[in-house]
């Protein structure tokens, strides 16, 4: 009966071996797990992060083209003259102008040429003041005109001839006979000169 009693023990013993190679099994297959996971975090951060680092450099790109193209490629330069004073042509009445004309060039190089100019500058918008009467000043497109003027005589000591608007060519005896029409030039692309525009800074007439 000794012997009956000792053999059950040794038929259980299989049954605990396989049981400790299941949890084993499902052990390594939950680390795996685990770590796939872990793993597969790291790659998307890492891709997001890629992604994120990507798209700053374009949308800063873009922030400075479109800065870049809304500022001016060079800032303006002005040579302010100082101030005319002269007696106008008005024949009916002593009247005067004083005119502030600033000139707007093409860069800051160019002012010191300029200034080797000033005195035949100077003379020849004196010549143009002169010249006027207070009716032809007091309009804007008067005004407008002067401004043509001092242009073209301000240009001319510099040696660039500009031709001038038919307006100006005002003599009677030069205007065509009647019937003839005068020929129109071929359309050309207008020259640059190193005197872009005329502004005015004070315009009084009295």
Request: no cysteine.
């Amino acid at each position: 009966m000794s012997t009956a009693a000792a053999t059950p023990p040794a038929a259980d013993a299989p049954s605990k071996g396989s049981n400790k190679k299941l949890i084993i099994i499902i052990a390594a297959v939950l680390l795996l797990a685990l770590v796939g996971g872990g793993a597969a975090m790291m790659v998307m951060k890492k891709k997001a992060a890629a992604e994120e680092d990507g798209d700053e450099p374009a949308a800063a790109s873009s922030h400075a083209a479109a800065t870049a193209s809304k500022q001016p490629s060079a800032p303006p330069v002005f040579v302010p003259l100082d101030p005319f004073t002269v007696n106008l042509a008005d024949k009916d009445a002593e009247r005067f102008a004083q005119v502030a004309v600033t000139l707007q060039i093409e860069d800051a190089h160019f002012a010191d040429q300029l200034k080797l100019y000033m005195p035949a500058i100077r003379n020849n918008i004196l010549l143009i003041l002169a010249h006027k009467t207070a009716a032809e000043l007091l309009t804007r497109e008067g005004k407008t005109k002067l401004a043509s003027q001092i242009l073209r005589e301000s240009l001319r000591p510099l040696g660039f001839e500009v031709e001038a608007d038919d307006e100006d060519e005002a003599e009677p005896e030069a205007a065509p006979a009647k019937g003839k029409k005068k020929k129109k030039g071929k359309h050309k692309a207008a020259p640059s000169y190193p005197i872009k525009a005329v502004q005015f800074a004070n315009f009084i007439i009295q």
